[in-house]
T-cell receptor, first 110, second 113 residues
Framework: RKEVEQDPGPFNVPEGATVAFNCTYS??????FFWYRQDCRKEPKLLMS???SGNEDGRFTAQLNRASQYISLLIRDSKLSDSATYLC???????????FGGGTRLMVKP | DGGITQSPKYLFRKEGQNVTLSCEQN?????MYWYRQDPGQGLRLIYY???????QKGDIAEGYSVSREKKESFPLTVTSAQKNPTAFYLC????????????FGPGTRLTVL
């Protein structure tokens, strides 16, 4: 079993749609959780951290379920500029090493 | 402006040649990392260094070597022993003990012919 698993997609959605990505992780002692965004042929950049209570940043909402070892990302009112690959990232017990999922590709169409 | 630089952006080498990828940061970060990304896959850790003059193997260190003589610099050498070196190589850094984000350089795309 992979340490961090994501549906690779692609998710093809129209502008304005709501789309959700899921991620599962295997290390129950993981400390921190993140969603990174990676544009084609570019480096990953932090989109948002994921907190146990759930957190929102504009159109983006992240949720964490530690009991089920499950993380989600919800994007509302999708924009063309949201087209990218979204990487689920989990730290180790000490919180200083990252493990990346394979990424979920999103394509937002006009 | 603070950040991480990697050079070159694209690199072509013949099979059997060693090649060194540059990574420099002026963020005053203690920890630095090298990842490899293959098409359609996530990042895999090659080597990391949490302090000057010390580094540790990651998940896929075979065929690679690093050095950390200065805080700002963490070069990666891809040796001829690496069986499939063609990939996108990403360098990252973070403050020691930080639970916060890793900052990534723009990457070097290595193609071995």
């Amino acid at each position: 079993r992979k340490e961090v698993e994501q549906d690779p997609g692609p998710f093809n959605v129209p502008e304005g749609a709501t789309v959700a990505f899921n991620c599962t992780y295997s290390n129950s002692a993981s400390q921190s959780f993140f969603w990174y965004r990676q544009d084609c042929r570019k480096e990953p950049k932090l989109l948002m951290s994921v907190y146990s209570s759930g957190n929102e940043d504009g159109r983006f909402t992240a949720q964490l379920n530690r009991a089920s070892q499950y993380i989600s990302l919800l994007i509302r009112d999708s924009k063309l500029s949201d087209s990218a690959t979204y990487l689920c990232v989990v730290t180790n017990n000490a919180g200083n090493m990252l493990t990346f999922g394979g990424g979920t590709r999103l394509m937002v169409k006009p | 402006d603070g950040g991480i630089t990697q050079s070159p952006k694209y690199l072509f080498r013949k099979e059997g040649q060693n090649v060194t990828l540059s990574c420099e940061q002026n963020l005053n970060h203690d920890a630095m990392y090298w990842y490899r990304q293959d098409p359609g896959q996530g990042l895999r850790l090659i080597y990391y260094s949490q302090i000057v003059n010390d580094f540790q193997k990651g998940d896929i260190a075979e065929g690679y070597s690093v050095s950390r003589e200065k805080k700002e610099s963490f070069p990666l050498t891809v040796t001829s022993a690496q069986k499939n070196p063609t990939a996108f190589y990403l360098c990252a850094s973070t403050r020691q003990g930080s639970y916060n984000e890793q900052f990534f350089g723009p990457g070097t795309r290595l193609t071995v012919l």
